[in-house]
């Protein structure tokens, strides 16, 4: 049992560590809990890591408002501490008259957005860009705002910053019920009971369960699977730009991606399921993406994938976000932030503060708050410590590479074991330094990474 | 790169530690070379057989059978005693503009200037990933190269119920570390349509490990959300498919070269297995650079890729005495069911290869295999060879079949009769 705090934020994926962290620039106690033994493990592990301009959104949506307004705070903070972000822009291409028919409507739609960059290039200016697509392109719609950025590092900031300014993390801790009362809430978890005078509801999958548990019935999660295969960084001259497809009636295409740390990206998949943790890959999403990715980039196809993996969308029936705040129970609710929470996660947060305030939440601005973190840099647009000669001078544990694929040191090990928020197991170390992450996927540096941890599991 | 960046001299560079690289190493030396330098990324010198636990090292090269520890110890000791500068903890990361290696270490970060560079990275297993097996991502699945690291030098405990994926010698090797590790192999699963047991475990195999064998069956889906649950298997012919409980898989076989920084140097490339392209004497596509050991071969045992590396000092010393003549060359091509052959090159009128044999890669069985060689529609040679070809082994063809090949013709073709 801790002591009572004035919010409970319940998730820690990327939209509830951006809420924490934002809300403890005020003057409340806060605590953020997560039923899994990380922060960031669930969708916001698994995406494309696209940080989105937001200019296929659909127009007047606050989805759409959060994604350019995401843009513009999470490219600002990500300079402010390290988050690695490559300005590597996009292009849809498209492949039959029906798309190319498509682009200047996308155009337009961008426009509606407050999206003023795209442009429409002819099949010659699409080949410039993207020398090794494969035949048939007819032309494209540039983006040059799409960046990629690293979706790792991104909530682990998040929560740092929350956790040096004050806020509880509590991991591995299961929301089971949450009861209203006219003063406070009690949050019932599998650690014991949290009293509360506020609750946000960023649990992602699980966002319509807690809504429930509050006695609304507004939403029903879908999770919508989406399968991705990264590629060999071997592969990663034959893309420097993201390339998208272009949505039509026929259904959402795949799109091909260089990855902030060096690889190719091959994905996703879109299936409805009804298991809320099934991130199982299967033979069908693994011959569909085949089937495009040859169709797209037939160069790839000669590169081995260095991973495999899926991630869950909180899909709903409605089209926009489910953000609603009731002033009578004193809850907020972030809800159905299905495929752009990362973009436009700082965004939420920052709504989320002011339908908090609206609503009688007294939320003072702190003037003692620590300085922002500096995030380790995983990321390929920035040196990365065994390139570093000052570094490795001043401290030679950078100069030991353990993770030979990925080019790992013990010292940033070292560092990621003792961080803020530390991991509790080698996927949670992986997400923090790309340990066994690379081709040989553990074969030379499993064991020895392992070993690091105190684990068996690899 | 920063231009404060420290340098080290030295005659030859030689890129990996394991057993080509330590054995030319040393042979450069003996041979009366100055300055060799092995760049060696792990703690440790000695390459794979440091964890391959078992006896089965040596044969060739130092007439003794040996486990793969005592080999790499015995290896790196000679290196040693030759007077090579053995770099443990030194990664060859990429290379600088010029083309010289680029180093990191805890002494440091710096680039080698070097006369001559010997390449010998090795080669590793395809993981889970790589081979496209779909399925839940749960933990228990390994390469055998992984569960001989955890096991003989983490001295950790795996599960207790394996599934062994291959069929080939290595898939033996793990069976073995998991029998040691306490784990039973509950059963060996393979594409193939027959399993290749080494000569000596043939006849103790079904009364010592007494476990079934699934052949062309492939592993559709691995099941379990933290720990393996179970795989299910696919039957290549019938699309059948079986559940098999257990709690671990080990992925063998399966081998790629460690060509990173060939591909990264833009060396030609082998077809078939993407290692640099060589030629007989071991020279890649870039002057002054040369290749030896599984980088170009994946896999042969240690003892053929430590005699690569005493093959190639010979090639290494004329390009440092500033002989750099390189006589026409033509391609050596295969066709199904060879994957591909190594070295890829013959320059009419150059020595033959190491031990005067080309290595080849088959995919099918045949007993007593009949071999074609021919350039240009003319059959420069037909053999019956008096040993199999096998799936997943290398397979040894004399030299003097293409010997006779022809600098101003086409591509030399191996090919079944
Ligand atoms: C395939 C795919 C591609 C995508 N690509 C992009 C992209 O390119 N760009 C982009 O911006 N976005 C992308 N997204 C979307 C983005 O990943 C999500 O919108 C975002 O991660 C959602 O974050 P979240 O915090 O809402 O949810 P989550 O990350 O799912 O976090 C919710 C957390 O709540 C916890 N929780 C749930 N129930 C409870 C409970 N009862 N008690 C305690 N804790 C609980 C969960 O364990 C979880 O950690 C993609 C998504 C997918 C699936
Ligand atoms: C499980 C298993 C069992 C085996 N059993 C046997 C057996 O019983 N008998 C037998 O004869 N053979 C056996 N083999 C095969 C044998 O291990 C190999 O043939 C042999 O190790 C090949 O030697 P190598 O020098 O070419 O490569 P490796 O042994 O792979 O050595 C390559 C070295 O290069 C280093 N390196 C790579 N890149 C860099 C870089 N960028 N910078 C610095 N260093 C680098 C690596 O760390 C490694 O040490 C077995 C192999 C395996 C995997």
């Given at each position: 049992m801790i002591a009572d705090v004035d919010i409970v934020v319940i998730g820690a994926g990327v939209v509830g560590c951006a809420v924490a962290r934002h809300l403890a620039g005020f003057d409340v106690s806060i605590a953020l809990i997560e039923a899994r033994c990380d922060i960031g493990d669930a969708t916001s592990k698994a995406n494309t890591a696209i940080l989105h301009t937001g200019f296929d959104a659909v127009p007047g949506s606050l989805e759409a408002s959060m994604v350019a307004r995401g843009y513009a705070l999470l490219s600002g903070y990500a300079d402010a501490v390290g988050i690695p972000v490559e300005r590597t822009g996009a292009v849809l291409v498209a492949w039959t008259d029906d798309e190319l028919a498509v682009l200047p409507s996308l155009r337009d739609k961008a426009v509606k957005n407050g999206y003023h960059a795209c442009e429409v290039i002819d099949a010659g200016a699409v080949r410039v860009m993207l020398p090794h697509l494969g035949p048939g392109v007819v032309g494209g719609l540039t983006v040059p705002g799409e960046s990629i950025i690293c979706p790792w590092t991104t909530p682990l900031a998040f929560a740092t910053e929350a956790v040096e300014r004050g806020v509880q993390l509590m991991l591995g801790t299961r929301v089971l019920d949450v009861m209203p009362g006219p003063g406070s809430t009690t949050v019932v978890s599998?650690?014991?009971?949290?009293?509360?005078?506020?609750?946000?509801?960023?649990?992602?999958?699980?966002?319509?369960?807690?809504?429930?548990?509050?006695?609304?019935?507004?939403?029903?999660?879908?999770?919508?699977?989406?399968?991705?295969?990264?590629?060999?960084?071997?592969?990663?001259?034959?893309?420097?730009?993201?390339?998208?497809?272009?949505?039509?009636?026929?259904?959402?295409?795949?799109?091909?991606?260089?990855?902030?740390?060096?690889?190719?990206?091959?994905?996703?998949?879109?299936?409805?399921?009804?298991?809320?943790?099934?991130?199982?890959?299967?033979?069908?999403?693994?011959?569909?993406?085949?089937?495009?990715?040859?169709?797209?980039?037939?160069?790839?196809?000669?590169?081995?994938?260095?991973?495999?993996?899926?991630?869950?969308?909180?899909?709903?029936?409605?089209?926009?976000?489910?953000?609603?705040?009731?002033?009578?129970?004193?809850?907020?609710?972030?809800?159905?932030?299905?495929?752009?929470?990362?973009?436009?996660?700082?965004?939420?947060?920052?709504?989320?503060?002011?339908?908090?305030?609206?609503?009688?939440?007294?939320?003072?601005?702190?003037?003692?708050?620590?300085?922002?973190?500096?995030?380790?840099?995983?990321?390929?647009?920035?040196?990365?410590?065994?390139?570093?000669?000052?570094?490795?001078?001043?401290?030679?544990?950078?100069?030991?590479?353990?993770?030979?694929?990925?080019?790992v040191t013990r010292g940033e090990i070292r560092d990621a074991l003792a961080s803020a928020i530390p991991p509790s197991d080698l996927d949670g170390l992986r997400r923090r330094t790309r340990a066994t992450l690379g081709r040989c996927q553990g074969f030379y540096c499993g064991a020895e990474v392992s070993g690091m941890l105190g684990v068996v599991d690899a | 790169m920063r231009e404060s960046i420290d340098v080290l001299a030295c005659d030859v560079a030689v890129i990996g530690g394991g057993p080509a690289g330590l054995t030319a190493a040393a042979a450069l030396r003996n041979a009366g070379v100055s300055s060799v330098v092995v760049f060696e990324r792990e703690e440790q010198a000695g390459g794979i057989p440091r964890h391959s636990d078992h006896t089965g090292y040596g044969i060739r090269d130092r007439r003794a059978v040996m486990t793969g520890p005592a080999y790499a110890r015995a290896l790196v000791a000679e290196a040693h005693d030759s007077g090579v500068d053995v770099r443990t903890g030194a990664m060859v990361t990429g290379w600088a503009e010029d083309g010289a290696p680029v180093v990191t270490s805890r002494e440091g970060r710096y680039r080698v200037d070097a006369g001559a560079i010997v390449l010998a990275t090795g080669a590793r297993e395809r993981p889970r990933a790589a081979r496209m097996i779909p399925g839940d991502r749960p933990a228990g699945v390994y390469t055998t190269g992984q569960l001989q690291g955890l096991v003989h030098l983490q001295h950790r405990n795996v599960g207790t119920r394996a599934v062994v994926v291959g069929s080939e010698l290595v898939s033996w090797s793990a069976v073995l570390t998991l029998r040691e590790a306490g784990c039973s192999t509950v059963l060996m699963a393979t594409q193939a349509d027959r399993v290749e047991t080494p000569a000596g475990l043939a006849l103790v195999g079904r009364t010592a490990f007494g476990f079934p064998v699934a052949r062309r069956a492939r592993v559709a889906r691995i099941i379990g959300r933290d720990r393996v649950e179970a795989i299910e298997l696919a039957h290549l012919d019938t699309g059948a498919r079986t559940r098999v409980a257990c709690d671990t898989v080990i992925l063998t076989g399966d081998w790629v070269p460690d060509n990173e920084l060939s591909r990264l140097r833009g060396l030609d490339l082998g077809a078939g297995h993407r290692g640099p392209l060589v030629d007989m004497a071991l020279r890649t596509s870039a002057p002054g650079v040369f290749a030896a050991g599984n980088l170009l071969h994946p896999v042969d045992t240690a003892d053929v890729a430590a005699l690569d590396g005493r093959h190639v000092a010979t090639e290494v010393r004329r390009w440092l005495a500033g002989d750099s003549d390189r006589r026409p060359a033509v391609r050596i091509v295969t066709e199904e069911p060879f994957a591909w052959v190594a070295p890829g090159l013959l320059r009419p009128g150059d020595p033959p290869p190491s031990r005067g044999r080309l290595l080849l890669w088959g995919t099918e069985h045949r007993a007593l295999p009949r071999v074609v060689v021919e350039q240009d529609g003319t059959v420069l040679a037909r053999r019956r060879i008096p040993w199999p070809l096998a799936p997943g082994r290398i397979f040894r063809l004399p030299y003097g079949m293409v010997a006779a090949a022809r600098a101003d013709a086409g591509d030399v073709t191996i090919r079944l009769a």
């Amino acid at each position: 049992m801790i002591a009572d705090v004035d919010i409970v934020v319940i998730g820690a994926g990327v939209v509830g560590c951006a809420v924490a962290r934002h809300l403890a620039g005020f003057d409340v106690s806060i605590a953020l809990i997560e039923a899994r033994c990380d922060i960031g493990d669930a969708t916001s592990k698994a995406n494309t890591a696209i940080l989105h301009t937001g200019f296929d959104a659909v127009p007047g949506s606050l989805e759409a408002s959060m994604v350019a307004r995401g843009y513009a705070l999470l490219s600002g903070y990500a300079d402010a501490v390290g988050i690695p972000v490559e300005r590597t822009g996009a292009v849809l291409v498209a492949w039959t008259d029906d798309e190319l028919a498509v682009l200047p409507s996308l155009r337009d739609k961008a426009v509606k957005n407050g999206y003023h960059a795209c442009e429409v290039i002819d099949a010659g200016a699409v080949r410039v860009m993207l020398p090794h697509l494969g035949p048939g392109v007819v032309g494209g719609l540039t983006v040059p705002g799409e960046s990629i950025i690293c979706p790792w590092t991104t909530p682990l900031a998040f929560a740092t910053e929350a956790v040096e300014r004050g806020v509880q993390l509590m991991l591995g801790t299961r929301v089971l019920d949450v009861m209203p009362g006219p003063g406070s809430t009690t949050v019932v978890s599998d650690r014991g009971d949290i009293r509360t005078r506020w609750i946000v509801n960023a649990a992602g999958l699980g966002g319509d369960v807690i809504d429930r548990m509050l006695g609304h019935d507004r939403f029903t999660i879908v999770p919508r699977r989406g399968e991705l295969l990264v590629y060999d960084k071997l592969a990663r001259p034959l893309v420097d730009v993201i390339v998208l497809p272009v949505p039509t009636d026929k259904g959402k295409g795949v799109l091909i991606s260089p990855t902030i740390f060096g690889n190719v990206m091959l994905g996703p998949t879109s299936e409805s399921l009804v298991d809320r943790a099934d991130t199982s890959t299967s033979e069908e999403g693994f011959a569909f993406l085949l089937a495009k990715g040859s169709a797209l980039l037939p160069a790839l196809m000669d590169e081995d994938v260095t991973a495999a993996y899926a991630g869950l969308r909180a899909a709903t029936e409605h089209i926009d976000y489910v953000v609603d705040v009731d002033p009578g129970q004193r809850y907020l609710l972030l809800g159905g932030i299905r495929s752009t929470g990362l973009t436009a996660s700082m965004a939420l947060a920052e709504h989320a503060a002011t339908l908090l305030s609206e609503s009688g939440l007294d939320l003072v601005p702190r003037t003692d708050l620590p300085p922002p973190p500096r995030m380790p840099n995983i990321g390929e647009s920035f040196p990365r410590p065994y390139s570093r000669e000052d570094l490795i001078t001043a401290d030679p544990e950078y100069g030991s590479i353990v993770c030979f694929c990925e080019r790992v040191t013990r010292g940033e090990i070292r560092d990621a074991l003792a961080s803020a928020i530390p991991p509790s197991d080698l996927d949670g170390l992986r997400r923090r330094t790309r340990a066994t992450l690379g081709r040989c996927q553990g074969f030379y540096c499993g064991a020895e990474v392992s070993g690091m941890l105190g684990v068996v599991d690899a | 790169m920063r231009e404060s960046i420290d340098v080290l001299a030295c005659d030859v560079a030689v890129i990996g530690g394991g057993p080509a690289g330590l054995t030319a190493a040393a042979a450069l030396r003996n041979a009366g070379v100055s300055s060799v330098v092995v760049f060696e990324r792990e703690e440790q010198a000695g390459g794979i057989p440091r964890h391959s636990d078992h006896t089965g090292y040596g044969i060739r090269d130092r007439r003794a059978v040996m486990t793969g520890p005592a080999y790499a110890r015995a290896l790196v000791a000679e290196a040693h005693d030759s007077g090579v500068d053995v770099r443990t903890g030194a990664m060859v990361t990429g290379w600088a503009e010029d083309g010289a290696p680029v180093v990191t270490s805890r002494e440091g970060r710096y680039r080698v200037d070097a006369g001559a560079i010997v390449l010998a990275t090795g080669a590793r297993e395809r993981p889970r990933a790589a081979r496209m097996i779909p399925g839940d991502r749960p933990a228990g699945v390994y390469t055998t190269g992984q569960l001989q690291g955890l096991v003989h030098l983490q001295h950790r405990n795996v599960g207790t119920r394996a599934v062994v994926v291959g069929s080939e010698l290595v898939s033996w090797s793990a069976v073995l570390t998991l029998r040691e590790a306490g784990c039973s192999t509950v059963l060996m699963a393979t594409q193939a349509d027959r399993v290749e047991t080494p000569a000596g475990l043939a006849l103790v195999g079904r009364t010592a490990f007494g476990f079934p064998v699934a052949r062309r069956a492939r592993v559709a889906r691995i099941i379990g959300r933290d720990r393996v649950e179970a795989i299910e298997l696919a039957h290549l012919d019938t699309g059948a498919r079986t559940r098999v409980a257990c709690d671990t898989v080990i992925l063998t076989g399966d081998w790629v070269p460690d060509n990173e920084l060939s591909r990264l140097r833009g060396l030609d490339l082998g077809a078939g297995h993407r290692g640099p392209l060589v030629d007989m004497a071991l020279r890649t596509s870039a002057p002054g650079v040369f290749a030896a050991g599984n980088l170009l071969h994946p896999v042969d045992t240690a003892d053929v890729a430590a005699l690569d590396g005493r093959h190639v000092a010979t090639e290494v010393r004329r390009w440092l005495a500033g002989d750099s003549d390189r006589r026409p060359a033509v391609r050596i091509v295969t066709e199904e069911p060879f994957a591909w052959v190594a070295p890829g090159l013959l320059r009419p009128g150059d020595p033959p290869p190491s031990r005067g044999r080309l290595l080849l890669w088959g995919t099918e069985h045949r007993a007593l295999p009949r071999v074609v060689v021919e350039q240009d529609g003319t059959v420069l040679a037909r053999r019956r060879i008096p040993w199999p070809l096998a799936p997943g082994r290398i397979f040894r063809l004399p030299y003097g079949m293409v010997a006779a090949a022809r600098a101003d013709a086409g591509d030399v073709t191996i090919r079944l009769a």
